[in-house]
Nanobody, 123 residues
Framework: VQLQASGGGLVQTGASLRLSCVASRRTSSNNGMGWFRQAPGKEREFVAAISWNGGATYYSESVKGRFTISRDNAKGAMYLQMNSLKPEDTAVYYC?????????????????WGQGTLVTVSS
């Protein structure tokens, strides 16, 4: 499975962005998916995850209430709506497919990684 992430860019504090991730095969529709991010000089961290059918979603405390994860299995796609962006949200955002049907918050539970899309939030 190849994952293509897009939608990153340079925005100001308080702005919104919508990230997209498209999988090359529909295998991902049976698996949980999620977003991780890695800021310069920091380790990759969990952002949000969604179960295989979208019935369950999970968020890190730092983005809860501002970000919304969703998916469209018919399109093999996943999205991350990011609102009220802050400079500390600046990072490369990676989409990922979990090994199981539920969303994964640990990198060890990820089966496939996308190539990442850069989000930069200026103050």
């Amino acid at each position: 499975v190849q994952l293509q992430a897009s939608g990153g860019g340079l925005v100001q504090t308080g702005a919104s962005l919508r990230l997209s991730c498209v999988a090359s095969r529909r295998t991902s529709s049976n698996n949980g998916m999620g977003w991780f991010r890695q800021a310069p000089g920091k380790e990759r961290e969990f952002v949000a995850a969604i179960s295989w059918n979208g019935g369950a979603t999970y968020y890190s405390e730092s983005v809860k209430g501002r970000f919304t994860i969703s998916r469209d299995n018919a399109k093999g796609a996943m999205y991350l709506q990011m609102n009220s962006l802050k400079p500390e949200d600046t990072a490369v955002y990676y989409c990922a497919v979990s090994r199981g049907a539920s969303g994964a918050s640990q990198a060890s539970q990820i089966q496939y990684w996308g190539q990442g899309t850069l989000v930069t939030v200026s103050s």
